[in-house]
């Protein structure tokens, strides 16, 4: 059951240290959201870590159960790590949880785990589309072959336009449907 209708974060800069050995699903702005729908407007995390020993684990939000949607939102120079399900902008998607992300950007950060690992989602059941965003500089690091440029794990649909990275590859994401037009991906570290 959702905690309300919706939520919105908008204008927000802030930078972010969270660190924690116990629990589940940590993020700089939502642990775990459970609202019906959320915008995440103009928003920067600038700095700090987001690290837990367990899962779910996102920049922005940790877990997410329904619709999202990030727009002209950054994060840069954070730390984001965990067990599994880590990823630069959502840890964990569960299959409610329709997203978009539109003008947005992950820069400079360093995203790390055991398992799922992603730049923008470390494990996602929905449908998302990305379009007109960057993934720049990022290392990704993780003891598994589950982990990928956009996402770790796919068991969604997902269309991705006009967005750019550093490689020329997007890892882990062939189980389901995907569309890629338009992207460019070019420097990331792993």
């Known amino acids: 059951m959702p905690n309300s209708l919706n939520a919105e974060v908008i204008n927000v800069k802030t930078s972010v240290n969270v660190i924690s050995s116990s629990g589940n699903s940590f993020g700089s702005i939502f642990g775990a ?8 407007i103009n928003t920067s995390v600038q700095g700090g870590d987001i690290s837990a020993d367990t899962k779910w684990i996102g920049g922005f939000i ?3 159960w329904y619709n999202v949607t990030i727009t002209n939102s950054t994060i840069a120079q954070t730390n984001i ?3 599994s399900n880590i990823g630069g902008f959502i840890g964990n998607l569960i299959s409610n949880a329709n997203t978009t992300i539109v003008n947005s950007t992950i820069a400079r950060s360093n995203i790390s785990g055991s ?29 598994s072959s589950r982990f990928g440029i956009v996402i770790g794990n796919n068991g969604g649909n997902q269309t991705i336009l006009g967005s750019s990275s550093t490689q020329n590859y997007i890892f882990n994401i062939l189980q389901n449907d995907c569309t890629v037009l338009s992207s460019s991906w070019q420097a990331v570290g792993c």
Not at 33 to 40: C, H, Q, T, V
Request: proline share 0%.
């Open 33 to 40: 959201n459970r609202a019906l729908n959320s915008s995440i």
């Open 62 to 64: 940790g877990y997410q």
């Open 81 to 83: 790590s965990g067990q």
């Open 115 to 143: 398992d799922y690992i992603a730049g923008l989602i470390g494990y996602c059941m929905s449908t998302v589309y990305v379009m007109n965003s960057k993934i720049q500089f990022i290392r990704l690091s993780g003891s």
